[in-house]
Structure formats: structure tokens, C-alpha cells
């Protein structure tokens, strides 16, 4: 919005109420956000440490890998494939030099979401397995040595074996 049109608005909305502050945030570009954020931090009431200061989630290694894995294939899709994708976790092996090697499944439900998964040339797989390993580094502090495969699992989400296979 133009800045005549803000000054106006800020106006308006301060004669509404007694607020402790007004910050015009502009999401699309990204203007105050951090401003905003670190207000709202800051209000946030102190609360019960829950877990030790080096554990950071009650779920296992496995599960947060898998769904970190799942999130950067349904985030890179988008609306082309539906929430019928599942993340198996095959082998983890931590290695002597640091590095942790990580073999995963995406499981999906018919071939052509397969095709869509893996993209031209492997493109879209080669992105997803990046992004999901450089969150991965970050969140288990470790060097990832990340292969993912695709596979077609008919009707997963109908099958009760399928289902208690992947950890649903």
C-alpha cells in the first residue's frame, strides 16, 4: 500500500484500542517480519524446560528423518501430488568418519505420481533429497550421506499391512 494510504491505516487502527504497539508487516516482502517475530518472543511467558538442553523432540531419529524426507517431497510438489506419499527408512548407518549414511523409501500410489516424484532427468528427486539433507545436517549435527528412492505401493493407504509398515 502506498505510504499516504499506511499512515492513514496505522491512524485508524490506533484509535481502536490502546495497543502496546503497531507494526505494518508486509509478508510478501518480507518488511518487519523479524520485528514482528521478536516482539511476540519476547511476550512469550517463560515456560517448563520439558526435555534436556541437547534433546530437541520426543519422536525417534527415524520418524523426524522420514517426515523431514516426506515434507520436502510434498512441499517441491505441491499440489501434484496429494498427501498420498509415505517415507520409509530402510537403513541408518553411522559411520566412523562422522558421516551418517541414510537409505529412504518415498512410497506413492500409482505410477505416474512416481514420475512426478523423480522429475525430468531425476531433477525433482536429486532437489528433494538436497533440501532434506541439508535440514537433516543441520538438525542431527552430523555430515548426510542421503539416497532416496521412489516406489510404487498400490492403494498404501488401504492396506493395514502398508500402513503398519510405514508407521501409521
Given amino acids: 500500500m502506498k505510504q499516504q494510504r499506511l499512515v492513514e491505516q ?20 518480507g518488511k518487519k517480519v523479524d520485528e514482528l517475530r521478536d516482539l511476540l518472543v519476547e511476550l512469550l511467558p517463560e515456560g517448563p524446560q520439558y526435555y534436556p538442553d541437547d534433546v530437541f523432540s520426543d519422536q525417534p531419529r527415524e520418524f523426524l528423518i522420514a517426515e523431514i524426507i516426506r515434507e ?42 512416481k514420475g512426478i516424484v523423480i522429475g525430468k532427468g531425476g531433477a ?8 532434506a539433507r541439508r535440514e537433516l545436517e543441520w538438525i ?22 502398508a500402513l503398519q509398515q510405514l508407521g501409521y
Fill in 124 to 131: 525433482m528427486l536429486k532437489e528433494i533429497s538436497t533440501r
Fill in 10 to 29: 496505522l491512524a485508524a487502527v490506533e484509535q481502536m484500542g490502546a495497543w502496546r504497539e503497531i507494526i505494518p508487516v508486509s509478508a510478501v516482502q
Fill in 72 to 113: 520436502k517431497a510434498l512441499e517441491l510438489t505441491r499440489q501434484e501430488i496429494p498427501h498420498s506419499i509415505a517415507t520409509l527408512i530402510e537403513e541408518i548407518v553411522d559411520r566412523d568418519d562422522g558421516v551418517t549414511e541414510i537409505q529412504a523409501m518415498l512410497y506413492v500410489e500409482r505410477d505416474s505420481q
Fill in 140 to 161: 542431527l549435527g552430523t555430515k548426510i550421506f542421503l539416497r532416496v528412492q521412489v516406489k510404487v505401493a498400490r492403494e498404501w493407504q488401504r492396506d493395514p499391512r
